[in-house]
């Protein structure tokens, strides 16, 4: 499989060169050259596979040659080693949990499978040229990636989190591995680690002496396998034979676009939704055709504040870039702070269910799509384990909730890291 630069303007490189390289030299985003269905006998034999057998057919026309099959097949093994249960809540609800992964976040899937992937390619070469996965992170990405990569032969990785904005067992995620892992608390806020970060990318004094990579939802290892959510969802609801509707807390766009590479697989899916935070870039050109980025603002939903989404380019190339094939396909809305602590507190009395601001935000968005659409069968995905929000969920549910064992077995290790406060200060010690 080649992969094209969404910008056009550099050479088609292959799944593997993809992956070291994470963004084309053009800035473009890469992109698969051929999408292909798969077949009718896979989607009605589908109750009857593992998740590893499903995530292997979804997968494999993207990284042809360059991982054979049992390789592939191992990989996807190791990737995907826990449970991914969907929680019927109402008639016509239900909830799939991404969140039962070593860092309780969905992002641990893809970080998983690209960490793998490099270590493979690197396995693969002679001349080990270590290779530097740089990251910035609001709280999420930086944990499912350190845990992913740790003890990643050749791969080297750097997380920026910003001081102060990321909860006590966040922080711990980051910071208490040790290993290839290494932890900057930066002086600032989220935007200033990612201004940092795409610094380094660009900055010649780095060449030759390390290789740089990113490890966020541009890099196509990291976004494609989160396509495998939406088969599981379908294979566990697909006896009631209705349609089937997706609403996805979003940020980046990485996780609902992914959701439309698997529908291009023929995956039987009617609609997507969009819910976001008071950053709607997405929801209002839905509203009113004009894109508009913005500069972030923070909410209690902080894994999706995001002014200017990188994977909306993707799903309008998925849309041939048709602002009506895309509405067919996409709604969504935004909500705010207090509406996503009264959702919390909606499913908690009601279902005895607990929420993360993200889920409960993707929720509400299903449910506001459902009073007109009552026939359809909805699924929210839950993005996080509440346990990673506690500073910003109901005291009363907080006070209650108990401590996961992956939580727990990090919570008295100590925390190391570097702290800076500009991006001199980074490099210097990235030079060292
Ligand atoms: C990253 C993240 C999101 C947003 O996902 P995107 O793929 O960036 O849209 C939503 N919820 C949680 C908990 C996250 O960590």
Redesign the pocket.
């Known amino acids: 499989m080649k992969y094209f630069s969404l910008s056009h303007n550099a050479p088609e490189v292959s799944f593997q060169e993809a992956v070291v390289r994470g963004l084309a030299p053009d800035k473009g985003l890469y992109f698969p050259k051929e999408i292909h269905k798969l077949p009718d006998a896979f989607y009605e034999a589908i109750e009857t596979l593992d998740y590893v057998t499903i995530a292997f057919e979804a997968i494999k026309q993207f990284v042809g040659e360059d991982i054979p099959e049992s390789d592939l097949k191992a990989i996807l093994k190791n990737v995907l080693s826990f449970d991914f249960p969907i929680v019927e809540l109402e008639n016509n609800i239900a909830a799939l949990e991404l969140y039962h992964g070593p860092t309780m976040?969905?992002?641990d899937v893809g970080a998983r499978f690209m960490a793998r992937c490099l270590g493979y390619f690197n396995k693969k070469k002679n001349n080990t040229d270590d290779v530097t996965v740089l990251v910035a992170t609001s709280g999420?990405?930086g944990g499912a990636v350190a845990n992913g990569f740790l003890g990643v032969k050749g791969v080297e990785v750097v997380i920026l989190y910003p001081s102060g904005k990321v909860s006590d067992i966040q922080e711990k995620q980051l910071t208490t591995l040790g290993q290839n892992i290494t932890a900057f608390e930066v002086q600032g806020a989220f935007d200033d680690c990612q201004a940092m970060v795409k610094q380094a990318f660009l900055d010649e004094d780095f060449k030759g002496k390390r290789t740089l990579t990113s490890a966020n939802?541009i890099n196509i290892a990291r976004w494609l396998p989160q396509m495998f959510y939406y088969f599981i969802a379908y294979k566990a609801l697909k006896h009631k034979g209705k349609k089937l509707v997706f609403s996805v807390?979003?940020?980046?766009?990485?996780?609902?676009c992914a959701g439309m590479m698997a529908q291009k697989l023929g995956l039987p899916i009617d609609h997507f939704i969009t819910g976001t935070n008071a950053n709607n870039v997405v929801p209002e050109y839905l509203k009113t055709g004009k894109y508009t980025t913005k500069s972030s603002v923070p909410t209690i939903s902080n894994?999706?504040d995001?002014g200017a989404p990188s994977n909306f380019i993707r799903i309008e190339e998925l849309h041939n870039h048709d602002f009506d094939i895309l509405k067919k396909n996409l709604s969504g809305s935004s909500y705010s702070d207090s509406e996503t602590i009264d959702a919390i507190n909606y499913l908690n009395d009601t279902y005895n269910y607990v929420a993360?601001p993200?889920g409960a935000i993707g929720y509400m968005a299903l449910k506001d799509y459902l009073t007109a659409n009552n026939h359809a069968q909805g699924v929210f995905l839950e993005?996080?384990h509440p346990i990673k929000f506690l500073p910003v969920m109901p005291k009363a549910i907080a006070d209650k909730m108990p401590i996961p064992t992956q939580i727990e077995s990090i919570l008295h290790l100590e925390k190391k890291r570097i702290l800076i406060s500009n991006y001199e200060q980074l490099k210097q010690q990235l030079l060292k």
């Open positions: 976040a969905f992002k999420d990405t939802s807390p979003s940020g980046n766009y990485g996780n609902i894994a999706m995001v993360d993200h993005t996080a």
